[in-house]
Nanobody
Framework: QVQLVESGGGLVQPGGSLRLSCAAE???????GKWYRRAPGKERELVAQ????????KYADSVRGRFTISFDNAKNTIYLQMDNLRVEDTAVYYC????????WGQGTQVTVSS
């Protein structure tokens, strides 16, 4: 089956860390990898993206310096390391990639609360 499978969400206290994983099944990451999030009552936000050819990354201002996107070629998986989490980071996080077809993960809930 061709799909992106996400894991790693959960409940964490403010200041804590989580690492999200996005594994490609049935195809190989080729051009890019992206992480989006959608918080309740808000529009979808692109938080991090990676150009796999140029090995460059971009981040939303709201997460720059706290989140890190990375790619493990051997595992065919994209990660989002999230440090110093804030309450406002609470959202459903989705990974996305385009390889001639637009693929989306199923979404994983991240809740930051004390």
């Amino acid at each position: 089956q061709v799909q992106l499978v996400e894991s790693g969400g959960g409940l964490v206290q403010p200041g804590g860390s989580l690492r999200l994983s996005c594994a490609a099944e049935g195809f190989t990451f080729k051009f890019n990898g992206k992480w989006y999030r959608r918080a309740p009552g808000k529009e979808r936000e692109l938080v991090a993206q990676m150009d796999l050819y140029q090995d460059t990354t971009k981040y939303a201002d709201s997460v720059r310096g706290r989140f890190t996107i990375s790619f493990d070629n051997a595992k065919n998986t994209i990660y989002l390391q999230m440090d110093n989490l804030r309450v406002e980071d609470t959202a459903v996080y989705y990974c996305n990639t385009w390889t001639g077809h637009d693929y989306w993960g199923q979404g994983t809930q991240v809740t930051v609360s004390s």
